[in-house]
Antibody, heavy 122, light 110 residues
Framework: EVQLVESGGGLVQPGRSLRLSCAAS????????MHWVRQAPGKGLEWVSG????????GYADSVKGRFTISRDNAKNSLYLQMNSLRAEDTALYYC???????????????WGQGTLVTVSS | QSVLTQPPSASGTPGQRVTISCSGS????????VNWYQQLPGTAPKLLIY???QRPSGVPDRFSGSKSGTSASLAISGLQSEDEADYYC???????????FGGGTKLTVL
């Protein structure tokens, strides 16, 4: 059974940093691209970032480019999101999502985690 | 404002057929496949339709998808109370080099 378990969320002040993690199991992690998708309270889904199976291709939404860094450790079956210079508008539930393909481009998200909540507030 | 445009709400009575539209552009729907996600209240999104019209295992055939040009639609026939959820369309955008979502449609079963 595919499982994606996010962690690392919490309350953080504007301008500070936070690192999210996603522990994957139930599939061959290094065969697939992985993504982060967020959902602000009461709002819709927003793609944040994605990374190919071998970290060779990485993409970011314009809203987080230059502040967030996605990475993965295939030996640990884990996905990460380093979030710096956090803003109030980054407040959201952050989902880890598995792609059905190796590469970043195109495709769809066939499995989702339950999310970890990030609240940016003073 | 979302790159893909969906109506914010839709409704129907049990047994009815409802459709949800999703409008995009040549850089997303016009050149890539469309996927649909269902988000039941208080839960994570779930893949409902992929590659325009394919259903993952376990998704009832009451759900169907289609695409034409730069638009797509999701149809739900034989509407049931458990279909009450938010529905999102999504596609890869070649100009933005990322996934884009619609703003979501809240489906109410009356």
């Amino acid at each position: 059974e595919v499982q994606l378990v996010e962690s690392g969320g919490g309350l953080v002040q504007p301008g500070r940093s936070l690192r999210l993690s996603c522990a994957a199991s139930g599939f061959t992690f290094d065969d697939y691209a992985m993504h982060w998708v967020r959902q602000a309270p009461g709002k819709g889904l927003e793609w944040v970032s994605g990374i190919s199976w071998n970290s060779g291709s990485i993409g970011y939404a314009d809203s987080v480019k230059g502040r967030f860094t996605i990475s993965r450790d295939n030996a640990k079956n884990s996905l990460y999101l380093q979030m710096n210079s956090l803003r109030a508008e980054d407040t959201a539930l952050y989902y880890c999502a598995k792609s059905e393909r190796q590469w970043l481009q195109r495709g769809y998200f066939d499995y989702w985690g339950q999310g970890t909540l990030v609240t940016v507030s003073s | 404002q979302s790159v893909l445009t969906q109506p914010p709400s839709a409704s129907g009575t049990p047994g009815q057929r409802v459709t949800i539209s999703c409008s995009g552009s040549s850089s997303n729907i016009g050149s890539n496949t469309v996927n649909w996600y269902q988000q039941l209240p208080g839960t994570a999104p779930k893949l409902l339709i992929y590659s325009n019209n394919q259903r993952p295992s376990g998704v009832p055939d009451r759900f169907s998808g289609s695409k034409s040009g730069t638009s797509a639609s999701l149809a739900i026939s034989g509407l049931q109370s458990e279909d009450e959820a938010d529905y999102y369309c999504a596609a890869w955008d070649d100009s933005l080099n990322g996934q884009v979502f619609g703003g979501g449609t809240k489906l109410t079963v009356l």
